[in-house]
Nanobody, 112 residues
Framework: QVQVVESGGGLVQPGGSLRLSCAASGSGFSIYAINWYRQAPEKEREWVASITYSGATNYADAVRGRFIISRDAAKNTGDLQMNSLKVEDTAVYYC??????WGQGTQVTVSS
């Protein structure tokens, strides 16, 4: 019954910024943790960032210092702010809620 929807992807030039959002819905549902992943063409799925139930954040080395993960538990939403984007950030980005609930993905393309 839980649905997860990502939004905010698009086309951006290198050095630009995008903000991805992850919205979860379902009767009695609450967000405890969020993980963001990405998958580039012909690449394996890669973990990007996480925020735990306690609010602790973690980032992959490739994005640390450029991406910021956050959440609003009251609204059952989470964001991934992406700054100083690089061409290698191009991928489909997915959020995972409470370990098992996945969104459909949103395309991020960084191109000059």
């Amino acid at each position: 019954q839980v649905q997860v929807v990502e939004s905010g992807g698009g086309l951006v030039q290198p050095g630009g910024s995008l903000r991805l959002s992850c919205a979860a819905s379902g009767s009695g549902f609450s967000i405890y943790a969020i993980n963001w992943y990405r998958q580039a063409p012909e690449k394996e799925r890669e973990w990007v960032a996480s925020i735990t139930y306690s609010g602790a954040t973690n980032y992959a080395d490739a994005v640390r210092g450029r991406f910021i993960i956050s959440r609003d538990a009251a609204k059952n939403t989470g964001d991934l702010q992406m700054n100083s984007l690089k061409v290698e950030d191009t991928a489909v980005y997915y959020c995972r809620i409470n370990t098992v609930y996945w969104g459909q993905g949103t395309q991020v393309t960084v191109s000059s």
